[in-house]
């Protein structure tokens, strides 16, 4: 089992990473999709009784990326804010100093459909935040997985997993890439997620990630 696996889309080649991220060695470009920082916070105003330190796990995760991997790019593929709530000063705090370590790091946000509803990051985090799609080389970067008519696209929004099924009524819920020939899918990066199950089908390439690394479902 591989911490990546290499895959060519539109012409690019990209790293798809055991950490649900796709870093494109081209671009010294990291990228993650549906992070909803702040999402504990916003269930916890709620009344739910909610993990903390969802915020700070997903952080300590970019910071391992960052180190390991030469990036000078980060994009986030929509859903940065869960919501309104997580617009508040813990989220913030943390968001802003985990940005005072990374001052020369471009940050940039193609807009979900949470962020539509949380509004953008404030301008001291330094993100330059767009509509979709961001057409980047051969590829178009959304949040919706929807088809481009020129470029190959990447997309968030699903929080793809795969069931793996055992004896009897064993189940492992792991998160996957799917790979298409127009739209491949990313997991979603936040550690408080949630996720879609999806089937295989003609045509797709499903790329499970488990703790020690990635590979690719049989067809």
């Known amino acids: 089992m591989s911490p990546y696996l290499a895959v060519n889309i539109g012409g690019a080649e990209l790293w798809l990473l055991a950490e649900k991220a796709v870093y494109w060695p081209a671009e010294r470009a990291l990228l993650v999709a549906d992070v909803h920082f702040g999402k504990a916070a916003v269930y916890r105003a709620l009344g739910q009784p909610v993990p903390h330190g969802t915020t700070a796990a997903n952080l300590a995760a970019l910071d391992r990326l960052l180190a390991r991997y030469g990036v000078d790019e980060l994009i986030f593929l929509g859903d940065f804010l869960h919501g309104p709530a997580a617009q508040g000063s813990a989220t913030l705090g943390a968001l802003g100093a985990w940005r005072t370590r990374h001052p020369a790091l471009r940050i940039t946000l193609v807009r979900g ?45 699903v929080h793809p997993v795969y069931l793996l099924r055992g004896r009897g009524r064993q189940r492992l819920r792991l998160p996957c890439f799917q790979v298409g020939q127009q739209v491949t899918l990313l997991p979603a990066f936040g550690a408080f997620t949630g996720g879609y199950a999806l089937a295989r089908k003609a045509g797709v390439q499903l790329v499970l990630v488990g703790d020690e690394g990635v590979w ?3 067809s």
């Open 113 to 157: 459909n949470h962020d539509l509803r949380a509004g953008d990051p404030p301008a001291a985090l330094g993100i330059q935040v767009c509509a979709e799609p961001l057409l980047r080389g051969p590829l178009a970067l959304r949040h919706e997985p929807a088809p481009h008519p020129t470029h190959a696209v990447l997309a968030g929004h």
């Open 216 to 218: 690719c479902l049989p």
